[in-house]
Nanobody
Framework: QVQFVESGGGLVQPGGSLRLSCAAS??????MGWYRQAPGKQRELVAS???????NYADSVKGRFTISRDGAKNTVDLQMNSLKPEDTAVYYC???????????WGQGTQVTVSS
């Protein structure tokens, strides 16, 4: 059974920082990352990282967000700096299993950037 434990969301002022963490259990995943969904918008990829350490970022977060992964602990973190109001969304931990050819999702954590 796959389980995710997400933490780190909250309210922050523009220009501030937050760190999201996700701990997964039950599988070894080839790709882990974070998606987000703002009200009235489609869910979009924020950042992902493979088991080999290859990272991928949305253009809107490059230079501000950093994704990291601990393969031994099966965790993925997202350090978010210089946050903007447009970063406000529910952030979802994501993992892809190559052996099962399917995605897994966390329950989501709210990030609100507002003064």
């Amino acid at each position: 059974q796959v389980q995710f434990v997400e933490s780190g969301g909250g309210l922050v002022q523009p220009g501030g920082s937050l760190r999201l963490s996700c701990a997964a259990s039950g599988r070894i995943f080839s790709i882990m990352g974070w998606y987000r969904q703002a009200p009235g918008k489609q869910r979009e990829l924020v950042a992902s990282v493979t088991g080999a350490g290859t990272t991928n970022y949305a253009d809107s977060v490059k230079g501000r967000f950093t994704i990291s992964r601990d393969g031994a602990k099966n965790t993925v973190d997202l350090q978010m700096n210089s946050l903007k109001p447009e970063d406000t969304a529910v952030y979802y931990c994501y993992a892809f299993s190559r052996t099962e050819l399917r995605d897994y999702w966390g329950q989501g954590t709210q990030v609100t950037v507002s003064s």
